[in-house]
């Protein structure tokens, strides 16, 4: 992701300087201000891809985490109100075992 944000500073600096300073004007200065544009579009585009990828894999990250704490929480209680039983199988498990009968 840094990649993407220096490609994408880059591209803007470039293409701001070959502006102010004129070089655009000239046949290889539209070339290189040309070329400055389609590297600062297409590392924009890959910047909040890959950032909006990353947040997607951070919240199902910590959705599983979540829902992992819960099942732990769950089974400490089943443990806590049944203690001589002994619980072979999770209590998140407990219910999928009827249906697959």
Same mark, same amino acid.
């Given at each position: 992701? $840094?990649?993407?944000?220096?490609?994408? =500073?880059?591209? $803007?600096?470039?293409?701001?300087?070959?502006?102010?300073? @004129?070089?655009?004007?000239?046949? =290889?200065?539209?070339?290189?201000?040309?070329?400055?544009?389609?590297?600062? $579009?297409?590392?924009?585009?890959?910047?909040?891809?890959?950032?909006?990828?990353?947040?997607?894999?951070?919240?199902?990250?910590?959705?599983?985490?979540?829902?992992?704490?819960?099942?732990?929480?769950?089974?400490?209680?089943?443990?806590?109100?049944?203690?001589?039983? /002994?619980?072979?199988?999770?209590?998140?498990?407990? @219910?999928? /075992?009827?249906? /697959?009968?």
């Amino acid at each position: 992701m $840094l990649f993407y944000l220096f490609t994408t =500073i880059a591209g $803007l600096i470039t293409t701001y300087l070959s502006f102010v300073t @004129g070089y655009y004007t000239s046949s =290889i200065g539209v070339f290189v201000f040309t070329l400055a544009i389609c590297l600062s $579009l297409s590392s924009i585009r890959q910047l909040l891809r890959t950032s909006y990828l990353t947040y997607i894999e951070y919240i199902q990250y910590r959705r599983v985490k979540k829902q992992y704490e819960r099942m732990k929480k769950r089974e400490q209680s089943y443990q806590i109100a049944y203690p001589n039983r /002994d619980s072979s199988t999770p209590l998140a498990f407990s @219910g999928t /075992d009827q249906h /697959d009968k």
